[in-house]
Nanobody, 117 residues
Framework: QVELVETGGGSVQPGGSLRLSCAAS????????MGWYRQAPGKEREMVAM??????TVADSVKDRFTISRDNTKNTVYLQMNSLKPEDTAVYLC????????????WGQGTQVTVSS
């Protein structure tokens, strides 16, 4: 079992920045991927960025503004979000995968990001 704790969400003005953190505890030795999804009301859940083994993937819509990083010692993944836009408003969800199989996915409780003037 893996438990995830997300922090760093909040409200910012357009152009502002936020840094999200997701710390994993439990069976962390089996973690192969950590990253972030987001979901706005009435919209599909969208992958934002993932750290998979030694590789990273970032969605095209945010690739020039968001950066994902991972500290394996602390079992923590970060999402640095710069130049935030109102369209980035959503609940951001941490996702962790064990053993490279979706059957072993775990999800955080979500942290709200609101971008408005």
């Amino acid at each position: 079992q893996v438990e995830l704790v997300e922090t760093g969400g909040g409200s910012v003005q357009p152009g502002g920045s936020l840094r999200l953190s997701c710390a994993a505890s439990g069976s962390t030795s089996s973690i192969t991927a950590m990253g972030w999804y987001r979901q706005a009301p009435g919209k599909e859940r969208e992958m934002v960025a993932m750290s998979i083994n030694d590789d990273t993937t970032v969605a095209d819509s945010v690739k020039d503004r968001f950066t994902i990083s991972r500290d394996n010692t602390k079992n923590t993944v970060y999402l640095q979000m710069n130049s935030l836009k109102p369209e980035d408003t959503a609940v951001y969800l941490c996702n962790v995968r064990l053993w490279s199989a979706s059957a072993y996915d775990y999800w955080g409780q979500g942290t709200q990001v609101t971008v408005s003037s």
